[in-house]
């Protein structure tokens, strides 16, 4: 029953910046976390971001550290990702996803259980 859908991709300019929306939808929304990953043409689909919806501790891949800024908005259903410093390798299609409390890593794809359809993200130089 819940549906989330992403918006804010497009294509921006090598140290630039993007923000991202993702807006859960549906029956009451109460995850254990929401998460940003991304997938690049020919590579896995990796962890960028998450944060837990109640205390806001947050979680970032190595490669978006510093850069990247995740947020939510708890009353509005909704969770952000600013990305800063935006490069070339950022490229990839921009998944939004929530899961539901488990002894499961945070950072995994496989312990999230909704999937929004993703926004392109192209980052040229």
């Known amino acids: 029953q819940v549906q989330l859908v992403e918006s804010g991709g497009g294509l921006v300019q090598a140290g630039g910046s993007l923000r991202l929306s993702c807006a859960a939808s549906?029956?009451?929304?109460?995850?254990?976390?929401m998460g940003w990953f991304r997938q690049a043409p020919g590579k896995e689909r990796e962890f960028v971001a998450a944060?837990?919806?109640?205390?806001?501790?947050?979680y970032y891949a190595d490669s978006v550290n510093g850069r990247f800024t995740i947020s939510r908005d708890n009353a509005k259903n909704t969770v952000y990702l600013q990305m800063n410093s935006l490069e070339p390798e950022d490229t990839a299609v921009y998944h939004c996803?929530?899961?539901?409390?488990?002894?499961?890593?945070?950072?995994?794809?496989?312990?999230?259980?909704?999937w929004g359809q993703g926004t392109q993200v192209t980052v040229s130089s």
């Open positions: 996803a929530a899961r539901r409390p488990g002894g499961r890593s945070t950072t995994s794809p496989g312990t999230y259980d909704y």
């Open positions: 549906g029956r009451t929304f109460s995850p254990y976390a």
């Open positions: 944060i837990t919806w109640l205390a806001g501790t947050t």
